[in-house]
T-cell receptor, first 112, second 115 residues
Framework: GQQLNQNPQSMFIQEGEDVSMNCTSSSIFNTWLWYKQDPGEGPVLLIALYKAGELTSNGRLTAQFGITRKDSFLNISASIPSDVGIYFCAGQSQVGAQKLVFGQGTRLTINP | GAVVSQHPSRVICKSGTSVKIECRSLDFQATTMFWYRQFPKQSLMLMATSNEGSKATYEQGVEKDKFLINHASLTLSTLTVTSAHPEDSSFYIC???????????FGEGSRLTVL
């Protein structure tokens, strides 16, 4: 089945640093979604991408839908303590389809 | 914005008992809801697709007789873990989207512990 490869699996950074993570797929996706999950909570949608090449921002977060439609990137600028958590990419292979394939997650830890 | 709510958030039960988890869409109608399971430090794994008014569609390897799903209305889907065993202990999360919208919203999750 379809799989998403998310990297890195974990990150340890200093407060104020920028963060980059990415997801790659062996097959094409038509929608990319980025979620953040805090411990004991459900994932919260951060950014949704619907078009190849699309670059979308949400505050300090910026995500891009790769031109090949096989990858996506999430960047966090000037990290703050509340950015700690697990970030998941998710993809949908068909437009309007609701079934999501998730990446393995990137666990972000911030040292004050 | 759209809100998906789960209940209970935590449940502890004895082995052999059944547990029901509810998933509600609070301000929109959801013809389709999804149930995921997440083990510690792992990603979300789709268990089944819950379809309002019809049978759920289960992913490969998920026992439909063990994980009973009912989607009786456009705002409620339930997952019943029957004859629970300790290996069923996990974080169960539901999701739904506004019809025609690709963005999926997740519930808060329900942590099941089977003793």
């Amino acid at each position: 089945g379809q799989q998403l490869n998310q990297n890195p699996q974990s990150m340890f950074i200093q407060e104020g640093e920028d963060v980059s993570m990415n997801c790659t797929s062996s097959s094409i996706f038509n929608t990319w979604l980025w979620y953040k999950q805090d411990p004991g909570e459900g994932p919260v949608l951060l950014i949704a991408l619907y078009k190849a090449g699309e670059l979308t921002s949400n505050g300090r977060l910026t995500a891009q839908f790769g031109i090949t439609r096989k990858d996506s990137f999430l960047n966090i600028s000037a990290s703050i303590p509340s950015d700690v958590g697990i970030y998941f990419c998710a993809g949908q292979s068909q437009v309007g389809a609701q079934k999501l394939v998730f990446g393995q997650g990137t666990r972000l830890t911030i040292n004050p | 914005g759209a809100v998906v709510s789960q209940h209970p958030s935590r449940v502890i039960c004895k082995s052999g008992t059944s547990v029901k988890i509810e998933c509600r869409s609070l301000d929109f109608q959801a013809t389709t809801m999804f149930w995921y399971r997440q083990f510690p430090k792992q990603s979300l794994m789709l268990m089944a697709t819950s379809n309002e008014g019809s049978k759920a569609t289960y992913e490969q390897g998920v026992e439909k007789d063990k994980f009973l799903i009912n989607h009786a209305s456009l705002t409620l889907s339930t997952l019943t873990v029957t004859s629970a065993h300790p290996e069923d202990s996990s974080f169960y999360i539901c999701s739904a989207n506004i019809q025609g919208d690709g963005e999926l919203f997740f519930g808060e999750g329900s942590r099941l512990t089977v003793l």
